[in-house]
């Protein structure tokens, strides 16, 4: 059977399990006593098992098989949850995320695991072991009596009844197995898959009820019998079925030959009757654990019951690559109405441009995802650094919710990795030292995402040491970054952000965590791909504030188009202040830098014409301005262009990989005239004045 | 059908042949995705001269090579003939702006000469080879290179 159909689903529900496993597990260590964390730990670790099973991850469903057993006893309070053991889990929880990672690389990677099996083993030993020959005792008590009847329920062939028989005489025994699925078991074809592939495993099948190919396809409603010779104990097979998730009860009948060929109805009919009473004391042995089984997955189909559905991400982006396509089209048919003066075409656009707006916020909601998906592995990796580097901290995660674009989130995880690593390492202080300022000698690092207007802020906080100005000119001119000179000049705001800069790396002692000098200039380099930027505020002693800033979306945008000679160009709406008209004699110099003072505050000028290098062609009114005030972070500058066209929406492109990194300009669109018009980069506009 | 053709171009280098000024050049068909009259250009400022601009192509842009700016060749107005050739170049889709396109033609691969064969009046490096038919020579043009992807139009 072909399991790769599966594959995807296989891959996505266990990251999401392993993923829940990785919180539960933070939960648990804060809150040993809570039940239904563990609970739910259990069902996590229960559901990968049976899906790797089935899927033949042999490895996979052992180690969490040996993790399960662990749980268990945790569960039933016959372990208490020490860190040892929790590290262990987390271990285990860790080298599941590598054994899945590779399976979906699609790299045979061979990830050992005994050493963590065995101490699994070694923490379950006493009452687990205890605990298996309990049960292999019930089952061989029900054996025994099951044996003795030794006669199967399925019709024989000939055939079948000397391969029985053959195989009684070299030793090998023949089970009669009756599997039962749960029956909200959904994979059911699956399921049968994996337990022919253990029979398999164990001993040679001979016949199956219904046909192995009916199996496959399904056909079949809850129950299925196979027939196998085998050398392996009734109890070894049992737990190897037993094993798969979903799987409700498992019935096995030991054969005898000699029964089989005599068909006498009345033995017949006896045989049935023990059956059916030891089928029914297995029943009661099974019961216990299967009532968590069946528990767990009415939890998991619950959940799932969201309503919801998962696309792939490129149609998503195809999606939205029409709908700017159909933008586009709309904004050529309005000039069509304008420009011809056809009142019932644009009566008629109006009502589509509604249509598409609305499609377009759908499309772009659609593509938002909460950040608390990326924020939810950080607890975690907190966790794991403060203790290799023995400080204390508390996380405190905000703003979980705030919901930025897919192709941002993607992004975004590795520089915030980034921020957060720096300040553990770097900025908290090692727990006596933080008693010695006056601190807590918690260290706190928050980590917040909320909206402002259209951006969403990401901050990496923390109440650590903060980062030393002069140490950071001094390092930066050592390096050679800076000169004596430009050092002298910097204010503390200017010098850390030197920290930005490639190459730099403040830790004394390079750790494994960070200091390897290519974090924070990676950091900005990606935040501003993303077209984000990141700023840094810092106060000694009291910690430091790493501020990014990300624009929702990258996909479609509010500008304003602008004209310097014959040239159009887009300034994103976002980075805009005001637009305002001024005269030739309101422009006064500063160190020759030109500048207009705006309700008292100097804002420096660029003149795009010059920045740009356009042409010139017509002669420009050089008495009236037009100036463009534009803003990035605290900065603001005026733009003179020659005339405003106005706002529009633009579908932002790429200018392709030949033209990628073009200083000043961050894309381009397409306009309504079908004309391409680049899109100004106002935060490299401003530094390149 | 198929082993005929593929034996066709085995022997062959199919080309596009289009003019520049006064003299004859070919790009293999296989990079060729279309042929367009010349449309709006859009200047984009911090290029290398050669980069005229980027084109709108049903929605995405592409940067447009002037290629007589590129080879040297003086310039000229454009005409009626002037057309915009839009190529696929190692995934890299651009236009090339020429004077005219004139013909689809098979030249055989031994009919083409190595580059060093001819006084290049221009950069060698552009140039992979000519092909030479009875009373015609066509250039052969090196696109990566013309291009220069990766490396001058940074």
């Known amino acids: ?689 | 059908m198929m082993v005929e053709e593929r034996e066709y171009s085995n022997n062959e280098e199919q080309l596009v042949v289009f003019k520049l000024a006064r003299e004859e050049y070919g790009v293999s068909i296989l990079n060729v995705q279309e042929i367009k009259r010349i449309t709006e250009i859009t200047r984009v400022p911090y290029t290398p001269e050669f980069i005229k601009g980027v084109m709108n192509l049903r929605g995405s842009v592409l940067p447009v090579i002037d290629t007589k700016k590129r080879l040297g060749i003086e310039n000229e107005e454009y005409t009626d003939d002037t057309r915009i050739i839009i190529l696929k170049v190692d995934e890299v889709s651009i236009g090339m702006i020429v004077d005219a396109v004139s013909e689809v033609i098979a030249i055989p691969q031994d009919k083409i000469e190595p580059p060093e064969s001819v006084v290049a009046r221009y950069e060698h490096s552009f140039i992979s080879g000519v092909g030479n038919l009875e009373n015609r020579l066509i250039i052969l043009l090196d696109l990566v290179e013309m291009i220069g992807i990766g490396t001058e139009a940074k």
């Open chain 1, 1 to 689: 059977m072909d399991t790769n159909q599966y594959m995807v689903m296989f891959l996505e529900e266990s990251r999401e399990h392993l993923q829940t496993l990785n919180s539960c597990l933070l939960d648990l260590e804060h809150n040993p006593e809570n039940l239904s964390v563990l609970n739910e730990i259990f069902r996590s670790a229960h559901t990968i098992k049976g899906m790797s099973a089935t899927m033949g991850f042999t490895k996979i469903a052992e180690l969490t098989h040996e993790m399960e057993n662990v749980l268990d006893l945790l569960r039933k309070n016959q372990l208490e949850p020490s860190e040892d053991i929790v590290d262990t889990i987390f271990k285990c929880v860790d080298t599941l995320e590598q054994m899945v990672e590779s399976v979906a690389s699609g790299a045979d990677i061979d990830i050992d695991v005994s050493d963590l099996i065995a101490k699994l083993l070694s923490i379950a030993k006493g009452d687990v072991v205890a605990e298996t020959t309990a049960k292999t005792v019930a089952t061989k008590e029900t054996v025994a009596e099951t044996s003795t009847s030794g006669k199967s329920q399925m019709d024989l062939s000939d055939m079948e009844v000397s391969i029985i028989a053959n195989a009684q005489k070299d030793g090998l025994q023949t089970l009669e197995i009756k599997v039962s699925l749960t029956d909200s078991c959904v994979l059911k074809s699956a399921r049968a898959y994996m337990v022919m592939n253990n029979l398999d495993e164990l001993g040679e099948v001979i016949k199956a009820i219904p046909s192995t190919d009916d199996l496959e396809q399904e056909k079949f409603e809850k129950s299925f019998q196979v027939l196998v010779v085998t050398d392996e104990e009734v109890a070894r097979v049992e737990s190897s079925l037993m094993s798969i998730s979903e799987v409700e009860t498992v019935e096995i009948v030991v054969i005898d030959a000699q029964n089989q060929i005599s068909k006498e109805q009345e033995i017949k009919e006896v045989a049935v009757k023990v059956e059916q009473v030891s089928t029914d004391e297995k029943k009661e042995i099974k019961a216990e654990p299967n009532k968590n089984n069946v528990q767990a997955n009415n939890v998991d189909k619950k959940l799932k019951s969201g309503q919801s559905v998962r696309v792939d991400i490129d149609k998503l982006d195809s999606l939205l690559n029409l709908v700017g396509e159909l933008v586009i089209n709309k904004t050529r048919l309005e000039q069509i109405g304008i420009t011809h003066r056809l009142t019932e075409l644009v009566e008629t656009i109006e009502q589509m441009d509604r249509v598409t707006t609305d499609l377009q916020s759908v499309v772009m909601k659609v593509r938002m995802v909460p950040v608390g998906q990326v924020f939810n592995r950080f607890p975690r990796m907190v966790r794991d650094l403060s203790r290799d580097l023995e400080k204390e901290i508390n996380l405190i995660i905000e703003g979980e919710e705030t919901e930025l674009d897919r192709t941002v989130i993607d992004e975004i995880g590795d520089p915030l990795v980034h921020l957060l690593r720096n300040s553990i390492d770097h900025g908290i202080e090692l727990p006596e030292e933080r008693r010695a300022k006056g601190k807590s000698s918690i260290g706190e690092v928050r980590l917040i995402a909320r909206h402002e207007g259209n951006n969403v802020i990401i901050m990496v906080e923390d109440d650590g040491k903060g980062i030393n100005a002069e140490v950071i000119k001094r390092k930066a001119v050592q390096k050679g970054l800076i000169s004596q000179a430009e050092a002298d000049k910097m204010d503390n705001n200017e010098a850390v952000k030197l920290v930005f800069l490639p190459g730099f790396s403040t830790a004394e002692v390079v750790t494994d965590v960070s200091g390897r000098g290519v974090g924070m200039d990676a950091v900005k380099n990606k935040i501003e791909s993303l077209g984000g930027l990141v700023d840094v505020e810092t106060k000694l002693d009291e910690g430091s504030k790493f501020k990014i800033r990300l624009p929702l979306t990258l996909a479609i945008i509010q500008a304003l188009l602008i004209k310097v000679q014959e040239e159009i160009y887009a300034i994103p709406l976002g980075s805009i202040d005001s637009t305002i008209n001024i005269g030739s004699e309101d422009i006064k110099t500063v160190q020759n830098q030109e500048v207009i003072l705006l309700r008292g505050q100097i804002i420096p000028i660029i003149r795009l014409a010059n920045l740009l290098n356009v042409p010139q062609q017509v002669a420009t009114n050089s008495k009236d301005l037009f100036v463009v005030i534009v803003h990035m972070g605290d900065q603001k500058a005026g733009i003179i262009v020659d005339n405003l066209i106005g706002q529009q929406e633009i579908v932002i492109k790429t200018l392709g990989k030949l033209l990628a990194g073009i200083k000043v300009i961050a894309g381009a669109t397409i306009l309504g005239n079908g004309q391409v018009a680049l899109i100004l980069d106002v935060g490299t506009l401003m530094n390149n004045r």
